[in-house]
């Protein structure tokens, strides 16, 4: 399906961002986007990341439709862990505001090849955190996958960097 597709079933009235609970409601729509959003990887990946709490929907759903592990990166302090037990990385997000992600340790390793997948990347930095991340707990990205990514100078570096695939 092409972004169209998924554009005109999402709530654009909502406040501040588009809502895509729409998509997630009608059981077709969801199938669709959880297989466009594994299409551009085929199985090259062992593990899905997914970004808290939207990417918890979308990469839950996306590992289990590929059949590999899944592994959250939380909002700060959600995580039921130690400090030591626990990676973080600080980051403002797209409405201006001082957030902290979280991994546990151990969770990936260095054979861990991983799909990262949220909703939306607008500024690139929650997205940013969590490659860093991934990449801290000694795992490779094999690709970003996410429904829209705004191509721009905040976002170029991880356009370079990552194999990031957006339907939009």
């Not at 409601?25 to 593990?47: C, H, I, K, S, W």
């Not at 949220?118 to 930095?125: L, R, S």
């Not at 990514?149 to 339907?167: K, N, P, Q």
Request: proline share 2%.
């Amino acid at each position: 399906m092409d972004y169209a597709y998924y554009y005109e079933r999402m709530n654009t009235e909502a406040v501040g961002r588009y809502d895509v609970s729409p998509l997630l409601a009608d059981g077709d729509v969801f199938a669709n986007l959880v297989a466009d959003l594994l299409d551009p990887l085929a199985d090259d990946y062992t593990r899905v990341v997914g970004i808290e709490a939207l990417g918890f929907v979308l990469g839950g759903a996306a590992a289990r439709e590929a059949g590999v592990g899944f592994v959250p990166v939380r909002k700060g302090g959600k995580l039921p862990l130690r400090d030591d037990e626990v990676l973080r990385r600080e980051v403002t997000d797209y409405s201006g505001e001082g957030k902290t992600l979280e991994l546990a340790v151990g969770a990936l390793n260095g054979d861990d090849r991983v799909l990262v997948v949220d909703d939306w990347i607008e500024t690139g930095a929650q997205m940013r955190a969590a490659c860093d991340l991934v990449e801290s707990a000694d795992g490779e990205i094999a690709g970003v996958s996410v429904l829209r990514a705004h191509r721009d100078e905040r976002t170029r570096d991880l356009f370079e960097r990552y194999d990031v695939y957006s339907l939009g």
